[in-house]
């Protein structure tokens, strides 16, 4: 946090990063498979677009209706489902990642798919 009140050079990279990694949500598959490709290449890409991707879905499942109580049926809805799925994955790759020496393009590959999924069904 300090970094990046001290470093405003460091702020605009971050912004820019983070701005570059939310259009990656609605990107075609195609320009998903792209960014893996290059991006988990980088030392701490591929950690920080699943730390990116960690949070947006907490967020939106924070931000659910039905994660407030508002759904009475007792059902998860279909996309609220699909949230919990998604972070389990998230979370699990994370934990991968972190723990093994694995192959850091396909893991991103299935985590792009993933959300590519997720995506087309306007969960996240």
């Known amino acids: 946090f300090f970094q990046l009140v001290r470093?405003?050079?460091?702020?605009?990279?971050?912004?820019?990063?983070?701005?570059r990694l939310g259009k990656l949500i609605r990107a075609d598959i195609g320009e998903k498979f792209a960014f893996s490709e290059k991006e988990?290449?980088?030392?701490?890409r591929?950690?920080?677009?699943?730390?990116f991707l960690i949070k947006k879905t907490r967020a939106a499942l924070i931000g659910s209706p039905a994660s407030r109580g508002e759904n009475v049926s007792g059902k998860l809805p279909a996309s609220l489902a699909d949230l919990v799925s998604f972070l389990k994955l998230l979370l699990y790759h994370n934990s991968v990642?972190?723990?093994?020496a694995v192959?850091?393009?396909?893991?991103?590959?299935?985590?792009?798919?993933?959300?590519?999924?997720?995506s087309r069904k306007n969960a996240i």
């Open 7 to 19: 470093d405003m050079n460091f702020s605009r990279a971050a912004r820019d990063r983070f701005s």
């Open 40 to 44: 988990s290449r980088g030392a701490g």
């Open 46 to 51: 591929l950690e920080e677009l699943l730390d």
């Open 97 to 100: 990642l972190a723990s093994y």
């Open 103 to 118: 192959n850091r393009r396909l893991l991103a590959d299935s985590v792009l798919f993933n959300l590519h999924l997720l």
